[in-house]
C-alpha cells in the first residue's frame, strides 16, 4: 500500500510540473531553436536521411546555406537522442488517433526530455557510489532539480539542455567506471569515447567536456591514463571519423568551428571579446567581465545565487580548491575552476540571460557541481545545512512554475534594459522581485494548474462528468473565472482530445517513475 501511495505521489507531481503550452500542437514550425532540434529527429525518423529540404521548404534562407545545401542551425545531438521516442510516437499514430490538437509524435518526443533528465539525476547518484563519494540523496535531489533545468524538460522541452546534463552525466559516470576499475577493461574506454561523442554532437561549443575525464581521476586518485591509452586514441580516431561523416551529411563540409553554422565569420577568441576598437580589432577587457561576472551572481534577473544554486556552489568549490588545497588537489582545482570559468566567461561576454528562464547555457554546469559539491560537502548532518540546501532547491524548483505567470515574471517582447545595462528583447531584469509577488498571486496558482498535464486530466475528467456546460456552470457558483479566452480555448482542446491520448501519457509517466525508483533502489 505504501508502494502504491509513493506511485501515486510522484506521478501527480510529474503531471503538475508538464506543461501543456507547448505540447497541445502537432508540430513545431520554423524558425526557431526548438524547432532546430526537433528537425534533426524529424529527419531521421521519418526520412531516414539527413536532408533537410522538405523541413525547411520556404525557409531555406533563415538557417543554415551552403551553396544550395540548407540545414537547422542547431546541432544533432539532442535530436539523435529523442529520436527514438518520435519514432514510437509515430507507429502509435498508425493505430490510434490522439485527437485534432495534437498526435503521439510530437507528444512522446516531448516526454523524451522528462526521460532523460530523471535518467541523468539516477547515474549521476551511481557515479557517486561508484567513486565512494558519501552524499546525502535528499539534499543532491533538490539542488539537482532546482537549478532551473526541470523548465527545459516540463515546458521548453525541445532545447538542448537536458541533453547537455545527461550526456555530461554519462561521461561522468563512464569515467568512474574507468578510473574505479582495477582491471583497463577496453568496453570502459569505448564507453567514454562514446559518451564524449555524444555529448558533443549536443553542443559543440562545450569543449569543457574533455576535461571531466581528468576531473574524475583527480576526485578517484587513480594512475591509471585515459588519454594516452591507446585503445582510447583509436576509438577516439574512430568517432571524429564518424563527426566528420555526420557534418559532411549535414552541413555539405566538415565543419569543426560552430560559428560557421550560425554563418558567422568568428573564433571562440572573438566571442570571449567584450568591444571593438575603431580599426576593428577586438579587444579583451577584464573590468567588464568582472563586473559582468558578479551581475550572474546576484542580478534580480535570474542570479544563480537564487535560481541556479548549485552552480553557484560548484564555483565557489573549484575556487576554494584551487586557493586553499593547491598543494593535495591543485590539477582538480584547476580544471573545475576551468570548466566553469568557461562557460561564465562566454555569459559575461554575451551580456544576457539567453532570452529565456534563467541563465540556462549555465546548465551544463549542473552535473559537475554537484559532484563537486557532494566531494566537498560529503554525507550532510547538520540539519539547519540540509533544511537551507532544501529551501534553495524548492525556491528555484517554484520559480520555473511561476514564470510568465504575472506581467512581472513575463519576458519583454519589445527591447528593454537587461540586467547587464544592454538594450535586448525577452529580458525580465527584476524576475526576483516579480516572483515572489506572484507567490502572493492567486491568479498565478490557477494558470499554473490550468497549464498542467494534472489540470489537462481534471478537465477532461470533469467534462466527461458534468459537460461543457456543466462544468462552466459549476466553477461560476463557485466564483471560478471562467470569461477568460484562454480558458476556453483550453476546454474546446479538452474535448478534442482522446481518452488513449490520456493513457499514454501516463503510462509514459508511470514509466520514469518506476525506472527511477528502481534504480535507486539498486
Known amino acids: ?43 531521421l525518423i521519418e526520412d531516414f536521411d539527413l536532408d533537410y529540404s522538405n523541413q525547411l521548404e520556404g525557409a531555406e534562407n533563415l538557417r543554415f546555406n551552403n551553396d544550395g545545401k540548407i540545414a537547422p542551425i542547431g546541432f544533432i545531438g539532442s535530436g ?43 547515474i549521476l547518484i551511481k557515479s557517486f557510489d561508484i567513486l565512494k563519494i558519501q552524499h546525502n540523496k535528499i539534499v543532491s535531489f533538490f539542488l539537482f532539480f532546482g537549478s532551473g533545468i526541470t523548465y527545459y524538460s516540463f515546458e521548453r522541452y525541445s532545447m538542448t539542455h537536458v541533453y547537455e546534463i545527461f550526456t555530461i552525466s554519462l561521461i561522468i559516470y563512464t569515467s568512474s ?51 594516452k591509452n591507446n585503445i582510447f586514441i583509436i576509438y577516439s580516431f574512430f568517432f571524429v571519423a564518424i563527426n566528420s561523416i555526420i557534418s559532411y551529411l549535414i552541413y555539405g563540409s566538415v565543419v569543426y568551428n560552430p560559428f560557421k553554422i550560425y554563418n ?52 565557489c568549490i573549484s575556487l576554494y580548491i584551487f586557493i586553499f588545497k593547491y598543494r593535495s588537489q591543485a590539477k582538480l582545482g584547476l580544471l573545475s575552476l576551468a570548466t566553469h570559468g568557461y562557460i561564465l566567461l562566454l555569459i559575461t561576454a554575451w551580456k544576457t ?42 525556491f528555484s524548483i517554484m520559480s520555473t512554475l511561476f514564470f510568465e505567470t504575472t506581467p512581472q515574471t513575463q519576458l519583454s517582447l519589445d527591447e528593454k534594459l537587461n540586467s547587464f545595462g544592454v538594450m535586448s528583447r525577452y529580458t525580465q531584469e527584476n524576475y526576483l522581485t516579480g516572483y515572489l509577488g506572484a507567490l502572493l498571486n492567486f491568479n498565478s496558482y490557477l494558470i499554473i494548474f490550468s497549464t498542467s498535464f494534472l489540470g489537462l486530466y481534471s478537465f477532461k475528467f470533469l467534462v466527461s462528468t458534468l459537460g461543457y456546460e456543466g462544468l462552466i456552470n459549476t466553477m461560476n457558483s463557485l466564483g471560478l473565472p471562467t470569461d477568460n479566452e484562454d480558458f476556453i480555448n483550453l476546454l474546446n482542446k479538452v474535448e478534442e482530445i482522446n ?18 525508483i528502481y534504480k535507486d533502489k539498486k
Open 1 to 43: 500500500m505504501k508502494k502504491l501511495i509513493w506511485y501515486i505521489f510522484w506521478i501527480l507531481i510529474l503531471l503538475f510540473f508538464t506543461k501543456i503550452d507547448y505540447r497541445l500542437t502537432q508540430e513545431i514550425y520554423c524558425c526557431s531553436d526548438d524547432f532546430d532540434y526537433f528537425s534533426h529527429a524529424e529527419t
Open 80 to 122: 539523435l537522442l529523442s529520436s527514438p521516442f518520435m519514432f514510437l510516437g509515430n507507429l502509435l499514430d498508425r493505430f490510434m488517433n490522439a485527437g485534432s490538437v495534437t498526435n503521439f509524435k510530437l507528444t512522446l518526443y516531448s516526454l523524451s526530455s522528462i526521460f532523460y533528465l530523471a535518467l541523468s539525476f539516477s
Open 177 to 227: 567506471r574507468f578510473y574505479k576499475n582495477l582491471s583497463n577493461r577496453s568496453i570502459d574506454v569505448f564507453y567514454i569515447c562514446f559518451a564524449l561523442f555524444l555529448a558533443y554532437q549536443v553542443k559543440w561549443t562545450n569543449y569543457f567536456i574533455f576535461l571531466i575525464p581528468l576531473i574524475i581521476k583527480e576526485i578517484a586518485r587513480s594512475d591509471k591514463k585515459l588519454f
Open 264 to 315: 558567422e565569420n568568428l573564433s571562440v577568441a572573438n566571442y570571449l571579446t567584450t568591444n571593438t576598437s575603431p580599426g576593428g580589432d577586438f579587444k579583451f577587457e577584464i573590468l567588464v567581465h568582472i563586473r559582468n561576472f558578479f551581475n550572474i551572481l546576484i542580478t534580480q534577473e535570474f542570479g544563480i545565487l537564487y535560481f541556479t544554486p548549485i552552480v553557484f556552489f560548484g564555483f
Open 353 to 394: 540571460p539567453a532570452s529565456s528562464y534563467g541563465f540556462r547555457y549555465l546548465l551544463c554546469l549542473v552535473p559537475i557541481s554537484l559532484l563537486l559539491f557532494n566531494y566537498i560537502f560529503k554525507k550532510i548532518d547538520y540539519r539547519i545545512f540540509i533544511i537551507f540546501f532544501i529551501c534553495l532547491g524548492v
Open 499 to 516: 481518452l488513449n491520448y490520456f493513457l499514454v501519457v501516463i503510462l509514459f509517466i508511470y514509466s520514469v517513475v518506476k525506472m527511477s
